[in-house]
């Protein structure tokens, strides 16, 4: 085959394919990305207290043991702040009953074993540059871990869905219902973690589009994007309403160290 007769082939199979493409489009139809308002162009005075986020400094090399930058979001304003970054930050996260983040924390971590790590816990003041202070617990974390906060007071649970497009509400009597979400959407698509506020009168929620959203339990959801963090998995996040100790550490039971 002559120079001429492989470009003129390779030609006709690129235009094949778009031609497949656009077929496919037609027959079936383009299914685009759900899409969500901002809650700053939406905003529900209703939602009340903090919201803590934190995602990998870099996320071109995100990885465990990679820094970790943590915002907070203030209600109702619904501004992003970043509060610092940090190497010993690590995945989980909580809140303390009187107003700190608390985070899983790495200390000494050894390049040379990969597998090796201290872990511990360590306050954040939630203010841009505030304090970061190392602590321990006696008891079990368990606190830390978002399955802590997908079980409301009386019982129901939130969860996503199997296939992840759909956020359900299960009853303690075995009843469900669709909260929100999308019959279609791209195969790459769905929501990753789901859990309670406080006070269980929301979800919150984060899908691979590294969207946070918002969204009532009762009534019309109107679900609502509080931030846009552009990670696709590794967002960790932890609400909190002052007064409201549902699924908080209590401050005294933590030792500084």
Request: proline share 7%; net charge negative; with cysteine.
């Amino acid at each position: 085959m002559t120079k001429a007769n492989r470009s003129t082939t390779a030609a006709l199979v690129a235009g094949g394919i778009v031609i497949v493409a656009i077929a496919v489009i037609v027959i079936f139809g383009f299914v685009p990305t759900p899409e969500y308002p901002p809650l700053a162009e939406e905003p529900d005075p209703e939602l009340s207290g903090l919201i803590a986020y934190s995602i990998p400094e870099d996320s071109d090399h995100a990885d465990e043991f990679g820094s970790r930058c943590v915002y907070v979001v203030e209600f109702p304003e619904g501004q992003a702040d970043k509060i610092t970054c940090r190497d010993e930050i690590g995945w989980s996260m909580a809140w303390t009953d009187d107003g700190w983040l608390i985070v899983e924390s790495f200390g000494q971590f050894n390049e040379f074993e990969p597998g090796f790590h201290d872990f511990g816990l360590a306050l954040i003041e939630p203010v841009e540059g505030g304090a970061f202070e190392t602590v321990s617990y006696a008891n079990d974390p368990n606190f830390l871990f978002s399955d802590h906060r997908q079980t409301r007071k009386d019982g129901t649970r939130v969860r996503v869905e199997e296939g992840g497009t759909t956020v359900v509400l299960s009853s303690p009597d075995g009843s469900t219902r669709d909260l929100f979400g999308s019959d279609s959407a791209p195969s790459n698509y769905h929501f990753n973690e789901a859990q309670w506020s406080p006070d269980g009168e929301y979800v919150l929620v984060v899908d691979t589009k590294g969207r946070i959203i918002v969204a009532s339990a009762s009534g019309d959801p109107l679900p609502r994007v509080i931030a846009e963090t552009g990670q696709e998995y590794e967002v960790t996040m932890a609400w909190y309403q002052p007064g409201n100790a549902t699924y908080t550490v209590a401050r005294e039971d933590l030792n500084s160290q």
